[in-house]
């Protein structure tokens, strides 16, 4: 038996519930929201494992649907490491002169410092931005480049407020896809550069996050070593590991719950690798498909549509 599934779903009536995936490739039906069964993780777990050889309906037959209605989105920046002097330097040939290879070495010297010294950089998204992990995404008629940002997203369970790092991922109860879509000629302010970055307008649009399809449980996810890989029409351009990860998953969540209790249905983001379409000079546009995938937790496939 592989990895449990646990997901959302709509019938033909249009009726949601929560589900259980089971190797046949059928849905078990639970009895409660996804969010509310994370509330009570460490009962609730032995039960669905129960069920899971349990007869359900085909999953070819139903809408899967984000298999979380999450509470607060805690969104991690720069924490790649190759990402970051990517974009560094996707960002600087727009409005700089400074030799390429002196930026790179410079921005990775930074990272270093960073993770040896630093924090993390976290922002707040917004609930209203997710969406299913197969329903297509309108692009904004206010941005000329739309990026995409595959991430591991954590899905907490037990309450965490100032939790410390080695206790952090007693706190996850499963992991998730989430794709950060970005409106890249938005992350900064032109009319005050002053403020710096505006990740409101930047990231949080109708269907800016794509999640699921799946919460797969923390006990059967190393994420210390999973794969991020990301096509569009076809062709690959995120291919790397979370090993590349500044700061890891348990170090993310401390930090979030530092300055705010982490409750059960809440996101941890947890940064996108490089081979974004800024880095590469290729911007999403209608037509588009983007697949993504992470070792263990499925598969998302989002169409690009025109506003």
């Known amino acids: 038996m592989g990895a449990m599934r646990l997901g959302t779903f709509a019938d033909a009536s249009g009726r949601g519930f ?3 995936v089971t190797d046949a490739e059928t849905v078990v039906e639970v009895g409660a929201s996804t969010r509310e069964l994370l509330a009570d993780w460490d009962r609730v777990l032995p039960t669905l494992d129960a069920m899971s050889e349990a007869e359900g309906v085909p999953l070819d037959d139903l809408t899967v649907l984000p298999p979380v209605e999450p509470g607060q989105i805690l969104q ?5 490491r190759t990402h970051v002097i990517d ?13 390429d290879a002196e930026l790179r070495a410079e921005v990775a010297g ?6 040896a010294e630093g924090t993390p950089y976290l922002f707040i998204g917004l609930p209203s931005a997710v969406t299913g992990p197969s329903d297509d995404v309108v692009i904004p008629p206010w941005t000329q480049k739309f990026d995409w ?3 591991l997203a954590a899905v907490i369970g037990r309450e965490a407020f100032r939790v410390d790092r080695s206790r952090a991922l007693d706190h996850v109860a499963a992991y998730t896809i989430a794709n950060d879509l970005t409106a890249r000629d938005q992350v900064f302010r032109r009319d005050m550069p002053e403020i710096g970055t505006d990740w409101f307008r930047a990231k949080n649009g109708p269907g800016f996050t794509p999640l699921g399809p799946w919460l797969v449980p923390a006990r059967d996810v190393d994420p210390s070593d999973l794969r991020l890989r ?7 351009m995120q291919d790397e590991t979370t090993k590349d990860m500044l700061f ?13 209790p982490l ?19 290729r911007l999403l546009r209608a037509g588009d498909v983007m697949t993504g995938s992470i070792t263990g937790l499925g598969t998302q496939t989002t169409r690009v549509v025109a506003p």
């Open 149 to 151: 940002e595959l991430e």
């Open 230 to 236: 990301l096509e569009l029409n076809g062709e690959v």
């Open 263 to 281: 409750r059960p249905g809440d996101l941890v983001l947890t940064g996108s690798p490089a081979g974004n379409g800024m880095a590469l000079g």
């Open 110 to 115: 930074m990272m270093d410092r960073r993770a």
């Open 87 to 99: 974009l560094a330097a996707a960002h600087h040939a727009e409005r700089g002169n400074r030799p």
């Open 248 to 260: 890891d998953v348990a170090a993310l969540v401390a930090a979030a719950s530092e300055i705010t």
């Open 76 to 80: 991690s920046g720069a924490n790649y």
């Open 18 to 20: 929560a589900g259980l």
